[in-house]
């Protein structure tokens, strides 16, 4: 049974790439990211994409014109939570929510089988749990059965410690959320197969350093025979000085007295730890380094340590790049997801 589905606020596709690999069909992604939607159609097999405010976007108007007679089972997406707000007790209806109201209208309007909303776990006590109250409730009245948990993307063969709330929604039916898998995958697991960048920038198209040294880097390499989006910055002497100085693992606080003070906030001069899964990947990269290079990791190492497979490549410049793999949701813990949905909704 093939799964029709539609991603709000896609970004390049983290979690349609999930459900992808789950078997859904992805119809349609809509962002007000250009670049990371030229990211999402080239990835997402004839999938399409509508670029613009979500806001001002309608099911009769703008997305049924484009899926071609089919219909869609399955709703997805995270909408931001900037700007998140009840101004009075459960007032969730002001217009500062209004990227949340979007998704909650295009699920209405649509009335899918399932939805998911991923979204950062510190949503769940927000105004003393009134913004998720105020989620469940709403769906609840549309006949839809809710439920949410925190998960971390490291129990689901991401190599990344992440923790993200996930709500899914069924007309029929209870979800319940995949199981954890017993072994954790840690950066050295990740990323040992690649080229090393230690003394060059590296190019646009690369071999690899290694054949695939575990289970990780069998799937990630599955569809791919080639390393592209690893291209390493150019630190100064300095930097990579400081960068030397710390240990696996370590951070700010194992520098010498002279260097600590220059970046002392708690994440500053980290070096992944090779042992453990990454801390959270971000979209700017500029405080996190490799467990062994004194750099801070390419594209396509960060991409790794999200999950995105090899064959998935990024467009757009090395700051575009980074924020829509930092913004993604790891398709490993997508995966999991879609595969249990799907049971579900068989």
Known sequence: MSLNLLDLFCGCGGLSCGFERAGYNILLGIDNDAKALETFELNHNGAKSICGDITEITYKKDIKPLLDGKEIDVIIGGPPCQGMSLSGPRKFDDPRNKLYLSYIRLVEEIKPKAFVIENVPGLVALFDGQIKDS?????????????????????????????RVVFVGMKNGDFTYPDQLPEQVTCSMALSDLPPLENEIGEEVAEYETKPQNAYQKIMREKSNVVKN???????EKVRTIISLVPDGGNYKNLPEQYRNSRNFHVAW???????????????????????????????ECARLQSFPDDFIFLGNKTQQ?????????????????????????
């Open 270 to 300: 980290t070096r992944f730890a090779s042992n453990k899964p990454a801390p959270t990947i971000d979209t700017g990269h500029r405080h996190h380094f490799h467990y062994k290079y004194n750099r801070v990791p390419t594209v396509r």
């Open 135 to 163: 989620i469940i409730e709403k769906f609840t009245k549309m006949g839809y059965n809710i439920q949410y948990k925190i998960l971390c993307a490291a129990d689901y063969g991401v190599p990344q410690s992440r923790k």
């Open 322 to 346: 980074f924020r829509q793999v930092g913004n993604a949701v790891p398709p490993l813990m997508a995966q999991a997801i879609a595969k249990k949905l799907k049971k579900e909704l068989e």
């Open 230 to 236: 690893h291209i390493a910055a150019c630190h100064s």
